[in-house]
C-alpha cells in the first residue's frame, strides 16, 4: 500500500520546537521533491517548505529562518524540524511528493499529486 505515514505534532508551548517526520511506505522518494504543507480550519493551504530531490530546499517567508526542512533517502524519509513555534504556527501539517526533481513552483501545490494525512501541530501556553 503507497501512503505518506506524518508523525511528530503534538502540544508545544510558545518558542518550543517539534520535530515533524514524513515516512514513505510502499515507494521511494529518490529524486522527487517533496513539500510540507499546514492548514488551519478556515483558511487556505499554505505551503511551509520543500525539498529537491538533489536536497535544494524552499520556504515560506513565515517560516525561514525557523523551519528546516531535511531528507534522508536511505530511510525514505522528510523532517521539518520547527523552532521558535508561535501560535500562529497551529496548524495540520502534511507531506507531499512531486511530480518533478524541483521545487521551482513551490508554494504553489499543483506540482504535489501524492499526499499523506497529516500530523496537528498546536503551539499554546
Known amino acids: 500500500q503507497l501512503q505518506f505515514v506524518e508523525s511528530g505534532g503534538g502540544l508545544v508551548q510558545p518558542g518550543g520546537s517539534l520535530r515533524l517526520s514524513c515516512a514513505a511506505s510502499?515507494?521511494?522518494?529518490?529524486?522527487?521533491?517533496v513539500g510540507w504543507f499546514r492548514r488551519v480550519p478556515g483558511k487556505g493551504r499554505e505551503g511551509v517548505s520543500c525539498?529537491?530531490?538533489?536536497?535544494?530546499?524552499r520556504s515560506a517567508n513565515s517560516v525561514k529562518g525557523r523551519f528546516t526542512i531535511s531528507r534522508d533517502n536511505a530511510k525514505n524519509t522528510v523532517y521539518l524540524q520547527m523552532n521558535s513555534l508561535e501560535p500562529e504556527d497551529t496548524a495540520l501539517y502534511y507531506c507531499?511528493?512531486?511530480?518533478?526533481?524541483?521545487?521551482?513552483?513551490?508554494?504553489?501545490?499543483?506540482?504535489?499529486?501524492?499526499w499523506g494525512r497529516g500530523t496537528q501541530v498546536t503551539v499554546s501556553a
Open positions: 507531499a511528493l512531486a511530480n518533478r526533481i524541483d521545487c521551482r513552483y513551490f508554494p504553489a501545490g499543483g506540482d504535489f499529486n501524492f
Open positions: 525539498i529537491s530531490g538533489p536536497g535544494g530546499t
Open positions: 510502499g515507494f521511494t522518494l529518490d529524486g522527487n521533491a
